[in-house]
């Protein structure tokens, strides 16, 4: 009932920019915060940012500086800007939104609910 759709991923060269997007579709009552998180291969899955509906945002070390996550709330929609990529930052990157699925009256406790990724390859 509700989807995650990420949007924005590709290759590009170190020092590049790109700008990812995820739209949170479908019976939503109500969105907490919306996340990004990131796995390279073999490795980890790792919260690179994320932002609460207060306005409150967090980022990790490696993406203070270089990233900036975004929400439109109007939109359901959350946006990563990320500059000065380094070939580091390749990985599969993963929207989640922490919502209340339902409508105006029937709407079920809040949930975690994941896109299905979109790839950010960075040569050197």
């Known amino acids: 009932q509700v989807q995650l759709v990420e949007s924005g991923g590709g290759s590009v060269q170190a020092g590049g920019s790109l700008r990812l997007s995820c739209v949170a579709s479908g019976r939503i009552h109500s969105i907490y915060a919306m996340s990004w998180y990131r796995q390279a291969p073999g490795q980890q899955l790792d919260m690179v940012a994320a932002m609460h509906r207060s306005g409150t945002t967090y980022h990790s070390d490696s993406a203070k500086g270089r990233f900036t996550v975004a929400m439109d709330m109007s939109k359901n929609t959350v946006y990563l800007q990320m500059n000065s990529l380094k070939p580091e930052d390749t990985a599969v990157y993963s929207c989640?939104?922490?919502?209340?699925?339902?409508?105006?009256?029937?709407?079920?406790?809040?949930?975690?609910?994941w896109g299905q990724g979109t790839q950010v390859s960075v040569s050197a």
């Open positions: 989640i939104a922490k919502l209340r699925e339902g409508d105006e009256f029937y709407f079920n406790p809040p949930d975690d609910y």
